[in-house]
């Protein structure tokens, strides 16, 4: 699933008449990088939610092929990242797990070791994460297991940024019922008080770009 509801308000005022999946990046909409990140991991099938202008990307995808095939769900009413994900749980909850990406992210992150990681641990979910800065870190710990949110005597150590990348098993869809507005990282932090394992994926050194920012998507 390619997360691409929001509105975009830090790439004003280019969101002002294009969703910022459509934004271009490097000479395409940021979006298609993501389909071919997922292609070459051997994802089989992709799921986009929409609100800001979900008829330009409806009609974007309706007017091209990507060799893949891909279900636009447009959303009445903004669901955040988790209920963006519970909302769509019809065409995700076939297999054990499914990916979710965030539209904006450029990386050379090696997704397919992600994948090798998580399947030999099977945890409720696995989250790309990696030693950079970032104004909302989570906390894990020395066995990269999530704690929670960085609080005042988290240990710098164990603090790692968020890449916008998870593996989630369908489990998800039992902890939680219903589509309403939600953060993804909540849900994990419910889910861990229930005894379920949301693990880290540390990146390493890999390039990460956050394309929701103006200076990123128009640097090289």
């Not at 769900?73 to 988790?82: P, R």
């Not at 297991?145 to 989630?168: D, Q, T, W």
């Amino acid at each position: 699933m390619i997360l691409s509801a929001g509105y975009g308000t830090r790439l004003l005022p280019y969101t002002n008449k294009l969703p910022k999946a459509l934004i271009i990046y490097k000479g395409k909409p940021m979006i298609e990088y993501q389909i071919e990140r997922l292609k070459n991991a051997g994802v089989s099938e992709i799921v986009i939610n929409a609100h800001h202008f979900s008829e330009l990307i409806q009609k974007h995808f309706s007017e091209n092929e990507f060799g893949i095939k891909i279900t636009v769900i447009s959303e009445k009413y903004i669901l955040g990242t988790g209920g963006g994900i519970i909302n769509a749980g019809e065409y995700l909850s076939d297999g054990d797990y499914f990916m979710v990406i965030n539209v904006d992210v450029d990386t050379d992150m090696d997704i397919e070791r992600m994948i090798l990681y998580n399947l030999s641990t099977e945890p409720f979910a696995t989250i790309a994460v990696q030693k950079r800065y970032s104004k909302r870190y989570l906390e894990f710990d020395s066995d990269m297991k999530l704690i929670g949110r960085e609080e005042k005597n988290s240990v710098p150590y164990n603090l790692f940024a968020f890449n916008g990348i998870h593996l989630i098993s369908r489990r998800i869809f039992n902890e939680v019922k219903n589509a309403e507005m939600s953060d993804i990282i909540s849900i994990y932090l419910k889910a861990l008080r229930s005894g379920e394992e949301i693990r880290g994926y540390d990146a390493g050194e890999c390039n990460f770009k956050d394309l929701g920012k103006k200076e990123n998507l128009f640097s090289e």
